[in-house]
């Protein structure tokens, strides 16, 4: 997709990204560098937790967002800036197998109060989960 230009971007519109699938070595190993506990790293012993089983870092799950959404159909001609959030929860667990993808919805579009030649689009992000079912689960 083209890049584009503030005055582009309208209310209302929806925006995709592509797939990743989350595998259980890239949990396990996320979790050791970041995020070490027993329930990102520990198949076994994440069964006796709140998870009840293996699960991704929250962290991973926002990082492997941010890379969906920089590689996605939402493209502004200067990139995607981070320049907050209101809300970030992790409402289900992302385990092995499971597939992510992303649907960001504009809400509201503006040039930037202190920079006119920039502006701002906030949006609605679903990070939406599929699980690919296995022979045997």
Request: glycine share 8%; charged share 20%.
């Amino acid at each position: 997709m083209t890049a584009m230009y503030l005055e582009e971007f309208e209310v209302g519109q929806v925006f995709g990204s592509g797939r990743v699938n989350v595998p259980k070595e890239d949990i396990i190993r996320f979790a050791t560098q970041f995020d070490p506990q027993s329930f990102h790293l520990d198949p076994e012993a994440a069964k006796s937790t709140f998870f009840r089983g293996l699960a991704a870092s929250g962290w991973h799950t926002a990082a492997l967002t941010m890379q969906l959404l920089v590689s996605g159909e939402m493209t502004p001609v200067n990139g995607i800036v981070g320049a907050g959030f209101e809300a970030l929860n992790w409402p289900r667990p992302v385990r092995p197998g499971d597939t992510l993808h992303v649907i960001s919805e504009v809400l509201e579009v503006r040039p930037s109060k202190s920079r006119p030649t920039q502006g701002m689009i906030k949006v609605r992000r679903c990070r939406c989960r599929s699980r690919a079912w296995l022979a045997g689960q």
